[in-house]
C-alpha cells in the first residue's frame, strides 16, 4: 500500500479514464466510477490536461506524496491506504478557484488526490491531511459508509479542517464557515440540519445538504460542520488521535456554537 503508480498509468491510458477507474478500483463498474469520481474532481482528458501530468511529473509529487504519507501515517498511527493521483477536472470554475485546483476522496483503504500543475507543497500536504483523517476516522469508527449519517459526515469534514489548521494553518483551510453569517448558520442547523441529522449517506436528502443542492446554499453542510468542530473545539480540548474516536453525537455536547 502507498503510492500508486499512476504516473505510470496515465502514461499509458491517459485517453481511457475508464480504465485508470477499472484499475483503481476493479470490483465495481469502471464508468460508473468515473461519472462518480468526476464529480470531486477527476479529470477529462484533454491536451491541457495532459500538459498537467506532465507537469506534476517534474514537480515529483507522487514521491512528495508518498512523504506526506509516510509522515502522517507514524505520527497518527494512521491506516495503510492506496493513494492515487491524477490531474483535476480543469472545465469547472469551482475546482480551478474555490478550491485553488486541490481536491480528493476518502476511504477506510484509499485515497484519490486531484491536483493541477500549481506548485504548491504545503497545499498538496493540507489536501493529503484532509482526506488521510477521513481514512484514519473511518478506519477507527467501525462503521461500514453505508450506516453512517448525515452528522457523521458533517463532523468529519470539520474534524479533517481541523487537522488542517493544525498542522498547516489557517491560509490552508477551506473555512466553508466564512462564506455565511453566523446568524444564517444557526439558522439552518436548527431548521433543516439539526431535524434531519440521522439521514444516511447514501440517501438524496444527505447529499442534499452535505454538499447544498435544492435551494441549500452550496457547501452549507461543510460550513455548519466546521462550525459545530469549532464550537466544541472552544469549550473542549481534543487531540488529534482522539479525533479519529470521538463519536459524532459527542461533538454536540458543550458545545459554545449551539449554547451561546
Known amino acids: 500500500m502507498g503510492i500508486i503508480k499512476t504516473d505510470e498509468w496515465l502514461e499509458e491510458h491517459f485517453t481511457n479514464p475508464f480504465k485508470l477507474c477499472e484499475l483503481a478500483v ?3 463498474d469502471s464508468r460508473s466510477f468515473y461519472y462518480y469520481v468526476k464529480r470531486f474532481g477527476m479529470y477529462e482528458p484533454s491536451e491541457q490536461t495532459r500538459d498537467v501530468v506532465k507537469k506534476l511529473k517534474e514537480q515529483d509529487v507522487w514521491n512528495k506524496v508518498d512523504r506526506f504519507y509516510r509522515l502522517y501515517k507514524k505520527k497518527w498511527s494512521g491506516p495503510e491506504v492506496d493513494i492515487y493521483i491524477f490531474p483535476i477536472d480543469l472545465h469547472q470554475s469551482f475546482f480551478r478557484e474555490r478550491l485553488k ?3 480528493g476522496l476518502a476511504y477506510k483503504n484509499k485515497i484519490f488526490l486531484f491536483l493541477t500543475d500549481e506548485k504548491d507543497e504545503k497545499g498538496w500536504e493540507a489536501l493529503f491531511i484532509h482526506e488521510y483523517h ?3 476516522r473511518m478506519a ?3 462503521k461500514e459508509i453505508s450506516e453512517y449519517t448525515l452528522l457523521d459526515s458533517l463532523m468529519i469534514e470539520g474534524l479533517a479542517e481541523h487537522a488542517v489548521l493544525l498542522y498547516c494553518g489557517k491560509k490552508f483551510t477551506a473555512r466553508w464557515e466564512n462564506d455565511f453569517s453566523s446568524e444564517m448558520l444557526k439558522y439552518y442547523w436548527k431548521h433543516i440540519y439539526e431535524p434531519n441529522v440521522a439521514a444516511n449517506r447514501e440517501s438524496v436528502l444527505h447529499d442534499d445538504l452535505l454538499l447544498g443542492r435544492r435551494r441549500i446554499p452550496r457547501m452549507m453542510g461543510y460550513a455548519i460542520g466546521g462550525k459545530l468542530v ?9 487531540s488529534i ?3 479519529f474516536d470521538i463519536q459524532a453525537e459527542k461533538l454536540l455536547v458543550n458545545n459554545h ?3 451561546e
Open 134 to 136: 477521513h481514512a484514519a
Open 140 to 142: 477507527k469508527q467501525k
Open 230 to 238: 469549532d464550537g466544541y473545539l472552544r469549550n473542549n480540548s481534543l
Open 241 to 243: 488521535k482522539e479525533s
Open 26 to 28: 476493479p470490483e465495481v
Open 101 to 103: 485546483g486541490r481536491s
Open 257 to 259: 456554537f449551539l449554547d
